[in-house]
């Protein structure tokens, strides 16, 4: 399944835009936006915290299924994960490095979850703020549609609409 989503990444980069997706000389960008510091931020702090989060679902799994493991094992043979330690740990060793092994599987996703939502909330921080410095597009005047509603001799009503053209 990687390997797949590995491939459509490539492909995506390596295609070449189909002609209408080409720009010509008349349809260019006016002007290129030059990369911030804020806007660098903001999307590499999204990223990571995504990342992290991802990691820290991967990993909450492979908890989950290990303990899984734990808990046949237990029911399989009760009487050995009956026999503890005074401490509290099991007395058979293979159990207890398998206990031990979820345990940190454990504390490694409640770790990276917690930053996963820390930098979401921090990147959503960074794009409210970032909302200040964005220039304003030019102003397009607008004419309205005219609507008018008027009563006829006979009764009636008669109902005009003007829609202006965007052509001279």
Request: charged content about 25%; hydrophobic content about 45%.
């Amino acid at each position: 399944m990687r390997e797949i989503l590995l491939l459509s990444c490539l492909m995506v980069l390596v295609v070449s835009p189909l002609p209408a997706q080409r720009l010509d000389e008349e349809h260019a960008p006016a002007e290129v936006r030059p990369l911030r510091p804020m806007r660098v931020a903001k999307w590499s702090t999204l990223v990571v915290a995504a990342g992290t989060a991802a990691w820290g679902f991967v990993q909450n799994g492979k908890a989950d299924d290990a303990f899984a493991d734990l808990e046949r094992r237990c029911n399989a043979a009760p009487s050995v994960c009956a026999r503890r330690t005074p401490d509290g740990a099991y007395e058979d060793a293979e159990l207890e490095r398998r206990y031990q092994n979820v345990r940190s599987l454990d504390r490694r996703a409640h770790a990276a979850l917690l930053l996963g939502q820390i930098g979401i909330a921090t990147s959503a921080v960074l794009f409210l703020l970032d909302l200040g410095n964005a220039r304003r597009p030019p102003d397009i005047p607008f004419t309205p549609t005219e609507i008018e509603v008027q009563p006829r001799a006979d009764g009636a009503v008669a109902l005009s609409v003007r829609v202006p053209l965007p052509f001279r």
